[in-house]
């Protein structure tokens, strides 16, 4: 009998676990917080293997790609970065936010590589 009386009392515990973990992650998709316009640029001479992922979103690549290069997403917070590997001289990325230019890397390290990136907080 004892089980029975449990049954309903699990049944809410787990829809209530079930809504709060949902509420969670779409307040990190900016659908009950604040959300931004985030876009990705990459300039330069020639083609280059860019790897970028937005706030919530998993790693992407593409490789040899020629520049330029721009990809844009709204997003909740969370980082935000894109790095370009075999990047000659003369490579940059940036990174807007709403409009604004946020972060700008303008010279390729020893190894060929550049990367931008950028933390949005409510």
């Given at each position: 009998?004892?089980?029975?009386?449990?049954?309903?009392?699990?049944?809410?515990?787990?829809?209530a676990?079930?809504?709060?973990?949902?509420?969670?992650?779409?307040t990190?998709?900016?659908?009950?917080?604040?959300?931004?316009?985030?876009?990705?640029?990459?300039?330069?001479?020639?083609?280059?293997?860019?790897?970028?992922?937005f706030a919530?979103?998993?790693?992407?690549?593409?490789?040899?790609?020629?520049?330029?290069?721009?990809?844009?997403?709204?997003?909740?917070f969370g980082?935000?970065?894109?790095?370009?590997a075999?990047?000659?001289?003369?490579?940059?990325?940036?990174?807007?936010?709403?409009?604004?230019?946020?972060?700008?890397?303008?010279?390729?390290?020893?190894?060929?590589?550049?990367?931008?990136?950028?933390?949005?907080?409510?």
């Amino acid at each position: 009998m004892q089980s029975r009386s449990l049954r309903p009392r699990v049944t809410s515990l787990l829809a209530a676990g079930a809504a709060a973990v949902s509420a969670v992650s779409m307040t990190g998709c900016g659908l009950f917080g604040k959300s931004w316009d985030v876009k990705m640029e990459v300039t330069g001479p020639a083609a280059a293997d860019i790897s970028y992922s937005f706030a919530g979103d998993n790693d992407d690549t593409v490789s040899g790609r020629s520049l330029p290069w721009t990809h844009a997403q709204n997003v909740g917070f969370g980082f935000n970065q894109v790095g370009v590997a075999h990047a000659p001289a003369g490579t940059v990325c940036r990174i807007y936010v709403d409009g604004k230019l946020k972060v700008e890397q303008k010279k390729p390290d020893p190894h060929g590589t550049v990367s931008c990136f950028v933390n949005l907080q409510g």
